[in-house]
């Protein structure tokens, strides 16, 4: 199943200029984090404004239906777990949705479906569905001044796109839609890990600094679109989840907490020249390689190990991926080597 949930997608300096034209005579709401509001305001037309602070929950979506209800279309303003929430809405009302990100952090913006959280912030399920984006504006003034360690964490989950794709699906494929998934996969890390990135460089945002921009958002959002369960997620993303019932790893990014999985794949598959390719790039950017990082003690690996057996994504897995060998993989990455000069 081929799903592209984006009709329109404008990229441009001045892109949330052209909003008014979008929205046209229908009326609209706005679903806004509150850092996200504060750093759009002043190209944002007046609209009524729904604040939305936690996590993408079953019990926030109801109360969001019921104030969206009145309305002809739905604006999300902000960053995954803004949209993921928006998006849920909007399907459950059948109402449009104009997406206007306000951090690069991952591809929610442009896929149809919604990470799900309990009122912990425990994943708990993702959901699909044919919900229809009807715009997405990325606006360069509001992207080169958002955060950069989102960015990276973007990034990062970026990379997850090729290394969890060539594992469920090969290096290639007959079927040209999952090729096509498998090469823009491909391409998107070619373009991370040759092009230089640093604060400095994404406050500028160059030609360069908007492709990796596009990579993020549009690329790796396409890639599960054409691949579907043969490019989605698998122990990057599993691992993700798992370390979701530990406190300690709450303060961590979406796409930190997916590099880390990441090194345990590469690592329990035996990939070594990807594993040090990938740690290498980690280590250079800041981001977390270890249990220890995370704050979290050796002690916890057996369990993260069976939690993460557990993931639907591992499931998709052949051969089939055991506690045993995730635990073997936990516990070797856990010795650190240097990464190279």
């Not at 729904?50 to 929950?57: A, K, Q, R, S, V």
């Not at 606006?139 to 990062?156: E, K, N, Q, T």
Request: net charge negative.
């Amino acid at each position: 199943m081929i799903r592209q949930a984006v009709l329109q997608y404008i990229h441009e300096e001045n892109a949330l200029d052209q909003l008014k034209e979008v929205i046209g005579n229908r009326s609209a709401v706005l679903i806004h984090g509150r850092q996200a509001y504060e750093a759009a305001a002043f190209a944002l037309p007046a609209l009524p404004r729904l604040l939305f602070e936690g996590h993408c929950t079953d019990q926030q979506v109801e109360v969001f239906k019921q104030a969206c209800a009145p309305h002809d279309v739905i604006l999300a303003l902000g960053g995954g777990s803004v949209i993921d929430t928006a998006k849920q809405v909007a399907y459950q009302l059948q109402l449009p949705i104009i997406v206007i990100p306000t951090i690069v952090s991952n591809c929610a913006p442009w896929t149809p479906l919604s990470v799900m959280y309990n009122e912990e912030g425990q994943y708990i399920r993702f959901d699909t569905f044919p919900v229809v984006i009807e715009a997405l504006l990325l606006d360069h003034r509001i992207i080169a001044a958002s955060p950069y360690d989102y960015f990276v964490a973007g990034l990062v989950d970026t990379l997850a796109k090729w290394y969890e794709a060539r594992v469920l699906s090969g290096s290639s494929a007959e079927d040209p839609v999952i090729e096509t998934a498998l090469r823009t996969a491909e391409r998107c890390k070619e373009l991370i890990l040759s092009t230089a990135v640093t604060q400095e460089r994404f406050r500028a945002y160059p030609v360069d600094i908007q492709y990796l921009v596009e990579t993020v958002i549009p690329l790796a959002g396409s890639i599960g679109g054409f691949g579907d369960a043969a490019t989605r997620g698998a122990v990057g993303h599993a691992v993700h989840n798992a370390l979701s019932p530990h406190p300690e790893t709450h303060a961590f990014l979406h796409g930190s907490k997916v590099g880390y999985g990441l090194l345990i794949q590469e690592k329990m598959l035996g990939h070594d020249a990807a594993y040090k390719e990938l740690r290498d790039y980690l280590i250079v950017h800041e981001q977390p390689t270890s249990l220890a990082d995370f704050g979290l003690q050796a002690a916890v690996a057996e369990a993260l190990a069976v939690r993460t057996e557990k993931e639907e994504l591992c499931q998709l897995m052949r051969p089939v991926v055991t506690s045993e060998r995730l635990l073997e993989a936990i516990v070797r990455n856990e010795t650190r080597v240097p990464a190279s000069s």
